[in-house]
Nanobody, 121 residues
Framework: QVQFVESGGGLVQPGGSLRLACTAS??????????MAWYRQAPGKQRELVAQ???????DYVDFVKGRFTISRDNAKSTVTLQLNILKPEDTAVYYC?????????????WGQGTQVTVSS
């Protein structure tokens, strides 16, 4: 069973940027066969999909992050990253990565610990 470790969160002012990383506990060869996605869960809300990248590198984003967030992958390092720009207070959440089971919140693997992103002045 693959495990994910997320990192890179922190406290940032509105308009600022962060770069999140997620490393999988599998070889790059295996990782390259995975579609990957980033999700987030704000306090009192359900976890939601943010961005997705397939094994070929094609990306999709939910509307509220288009133009601000960028997902990318490095198969050699078994890592998927999420660049967060022009951050807003409503982006405050715990961010997770996982293997998506389609477009939505269903996933194929266990959740990691996530990384906290707090946007506040």
């Amino acid at each position: 069973q693959v495990q994910f470790v997320e990192s890179g969160g922190g406290l940032v002012q509105p308009g600022g940027s962060l770069r999140l990383a997620c490393t999988a506990s599998v070889s790059g060869t295996i990782f390259s066969t995975y579609a990957m996605a980033w999700y987030r869960q704000a306090p009192g809300k359900q976890r939601e999909l943010v961005a997705q990248i397939n094994k070929g590198g094609s990306t999709d984003y939910v509307d509220f992050v288009k133009g601000r967030f960028t997902i990318s992958r490095d198969n050699a390092k078994s890592t998927v990253t999420l660049q967060l720009n022009i951050l807003k207070p409503e982006d405050t959440a715990v961010y997770y990565c996982n293997r998506p089971a389609g477009w939505g919140s269903l996933v194929l693997s266990s959740w990691g610990q996530g990384t906290q992103v707090t946007v506040s002045s």
